[in-house]
């Protein structure tokens, strides 16, 4: 009878494929550890065109963090000044002092530093489990432009070097005077935000769930006598030019929008054609290849399934390990009678177990079994015997030579499970084929989902079947061999 080593290892794989595929994330993880729960922003337009700040950010710390940072970008402006930091806590401010060094383990205070186009606030706050809100003011110098025909506002709130997600961001921009018809609010960065009046001489703007790495950005238009004092004079008219580039960057944004759904209706074709094609072929093939015996009938039958070795039966089915096909080895030719095993008496030692030649490779031996023992016995024993530890030995010793000879070994083995029709050799470009096929309705299926389209999802089971079943084609057995496979149960 074909014995077979009980594993579980290629069912395994394909187990372990099918989960790693299945854990393909559908969108971006955030931040687990860190987030933003609120942003709220509260800024003054100066008659000097600076720009007071004030932040309240929450942070909501999952897991121990030291503190966290700010990056308050300069682009476009004269630098900050007045920088403060603070915690709300029970409604109160309390304030942190400004050191000029920080380590770890420090709390209720922060530094700041400079850097080519931007500054750094480290913020000195142990935190484990916890959401914390601090306060952040500052004054941004020289934000805001005055041009021959009008004042212009155009600053980065949130710029896209912020690599922590935030639930919700809100500012309001407060105008030195009463809006009226000049005033233009031009809002940039998520679609999903929006941009008004919430009073006379108040903007407001929010946005949900902005990711990390994402800007948002406020270009305000109004009358240049807002700014009176101010000394940032472009001393050209600019009003007409600046409405032009807003009205081109809708159009360019009007236009992105129709071709992603453009895109996204061609992915959602082509995700849905995709997954038909892969259910025809799948169903094709599963009706081209299926077997032409009843196994079962064949197994409970009469008939004394072949005496296959244990190497083959382990290449059969992929079953066991380097070392259980040796010992599985060495055992079944002690049962066929050509060894025998004794304890090494002489080494004191009932683990040192001596193998003993007890009969000639004949007719009786296929291949690679006359080759084991050639192995096993002269070349690494005396040339009658050989023990275990000799055996551990030669592999330490010889490890190249060992491995050269067990892939030697390796090799007959594998070219007599196919010598006796074991394996369905026939079905491997099959194999290949449906494993490109899945490869190509994966591709589909994530770059549809990335568009946020659930149609990828159909392609994407389709097309872990499709390369699960593929992977079986290239290790197929024959109806033989699957005979066999299932007489040693």
């Known amino acids: 009878m074909c014995k077979i080593i009980n594993s579980t290892r290629k069912f395994s794989i394909i187990f372990l494929i099918l989960i790693m595929v299945l854990s393909f994330p559908l969108k971006p993880y955030a931040e687990d550890s860190l987030s933003i729960s609120r942003w709220l922003i509260e800024s003054e337009l100066l008659e000097n065109g600076d720009l007071y700040i004030e932040e309240d950010i929450t942070f909501d710390f999952s897991g121990k963090f030291n503190g966290v940072f700010r990056e308050i970008v300069l682009e476009k402006t004269s630098g900050v000044k007045n920088i403060e930091v603070g915690e709300i806590i ?5 304030k942190y002092d400004n050191i000029n060094k920080g380590k770890k383990g420090n709390s209720n205070v922060f530094t700041i530093d400079t850097n080519n186009n931007s500054k750094t606030i480290t913020i000195y706050s142990p935190s484990k489990d916890q959401k914390k809100t601090f306060k952040i003011k500052y004054t941004v110098k020289n934000v805001a432009i005055k041009h021959n025909d009008t004042g212009e506002l155009n600053y980065q709130f949130l710029g896209s070097e912020n690599k922590t997600p935030i639930e919700f961001f809100s500012v309001n921009i407060k105008l030195p005077q009463n809006r009226n018809n000049k005033v233009k609010i031009f809002a940039h960065g998520p679609l999903n935000g929006m941009a008004d009046f919430k009073d006379e001489n108040l903007i407001h703007m929010e946005v949900e769930d902005v990711p990390k790495n994402t800007f948002v950005e406020g270009r305000i238009l109004f009358p240049n006598n807002f700014i009176p004092k101010s000394s940032n004079l472009s001393n050209k008219s600019n009003y007409n030019n600046i409405l032009k580039e807003e009205k081109a960057l809708i159009k360019d944004i009007e236009k992105k929008e129709l071709q992603k759904e453009k895109i996204t209706k061609v992915l959602s074709y082509a995700s849905l054609i995709a997954g038909g094609i892969g259910i025809i072929t799948l169903a094709f093939f599963l ?97 009658n015997s050989v023990d275990i530890e000799s055996i551990n030995k030669y592999g330490e010793n010889y490890n190249d030579k060992f491995l050269e000879d067990f892939n030697k070994w390796q090799g007959l083995v594998k070219k007599e499970t196919e010598d006796k029709g074991y394996l369905d050799l026939r ?11 899945s490869i190509i309705f994966f591709i589909i299926s994530i770059a549809t989902i990335a568009y946020g389209v659930i149609y990828g999802l159909f392609p994407l089971v389709i097309s872990i079947i499709v390369f699960i079943y593929g992977l079986t084609l290239l290790s197929r057995k024959s109806d033989e061999g699957h005979a066999q496979y299932k007489s040693s149960f």
């Open 427 to 437: 079905v491997k470009k099959y194999g290949y084929i449906l494993t490109v096929f």
């Open 90 to 94: 029970d409604g109160e401010e309390i």
């Open 287 to 383: 009706s081209k290849l299926k077997r032409k015996i009843n196994i079962y009938e064949k197994t409970s039958s009469n008939i004394i399934p072949e005496d296959c070795s244990p190497a083959v039966a382990s290449y059969l089915t992929l079953s066991s390990s380097n070392t259980e096909v040796v010992v599985a080895t060495i055992l079944d030719l002690v049962r066929k009678g050509y060894f025998k095993i004794e304890n090494n008496e002489e080494e004191g030692k009932s683990t040192n177990l001596n193998i003993i030649k007890i009969k000639d490779q004949d007719e009786g031996l296929l291949k690679h079994e006359s080759f084991f023992i050639q192995w096993i016995i002269d070349t690494i024993g005396t040339g």
